[in-house]
């Protein structure tokens, strides 16, 4: 059965109405730190009223500070099948092209995120043990997600936001160390996505509203 893992912010917990799609997910990763810190205050209060609690929260993201770094190492080193779709042509181009300098022994697979063609060519291809990395936005990216998951036709998919449109544009050093380290990552990105900035304003107070009802909900699905 194929597994499903989620990397969930503010804006995709706003954007996924009414939470439907999240039921689906193997695993559910927060790559926001404010969300982590948010989770993990909450733990740290019932522990400390004696009330059940839970292990402490790491943010994970897919990028190159967290899980894609990790992942990508893994799937190169057993010369896995990887399946990308997301990003517009010339970004897919750039993107494989990173990919595969770095990680020679991967099978890579990439798909334009806009070509009307590339979801039926997709599943076409996808084979029994190969891994898929959807970077489309929220909900699509969890919607295709999940359509393809019941076909049953890959090992993992994974969800990825901007990663590809990111590893285009700049390798994979999109965010400085110092950056990194301070946790600067949304800042970084609304200064190089101006469009984020919008993004912010609009869903991640929704989001943040949300995330106390996100949490009671899917907490034995996030790692």
């Not at 039926?120 to 969890?142: C, D, F, I, M, Y």
């Not at 994974?158 to 590809?164: Q, S, W």
């Amino acid at each position: 059965m194929t597994q499903i893992i989620f990397y969930s912010n503010p804006n995709t917990i706003s954007n996924v109405r009414n939470f439907e799609l999240f039921e689906a997910a193997t695993e559910i990763r927060i790559d926001a730190i404010t969300l982590v810190i948010l989770f993990n205050t909450y733990n740290l209060v019932r522990k400390l009223w004696g009330l059940p609690s839970r292990q402490k929260i790491l943010r994970r993201s897919f990028d190159f500070t967290s899980d894609a770094k990790t992942l990508l190492e893994e799937w190169d080193n057993n010369s896995d099948e990887v399946f990308f779709i997301g990003g517009a042509k010339q970004e897919v181009i750039k993107f494989k092209k990173y990919i595969i300098k770095s990680h020679p022994n991967l099978k890579l697979r990439t798909y334009d995120g806009y070509a009307k063609s590339a979801r039926t060519e997709l599943v076409a291809n996808l084979t029994k043990g190969s891994k898929l990395v959807v970077g489309l936005g929220a909900p699509r990216q969890e919607q295709l997600a999940i359509t393809i998951a019941q076909l049953n036709l890959c090992s993992h998919i994974y969800t990825c936001g901007a990663f590809i449109s990111q590893t285009a544009q700049a390798g994979t050093t999109y965010y400085p160390a110092y950056i990194n380290r301070l946790h600067l990552r949304w800042l970084w990105r609304v200064w190089h996505e101006p469009h984020v900035f919008k993004r912010i304003l609009l869903f991640y107070p929704k989001g943040f509203y949300l995330s106390a009802k996100f949490y009671q909900r899917f907490k034995s699905k996030i790692r």
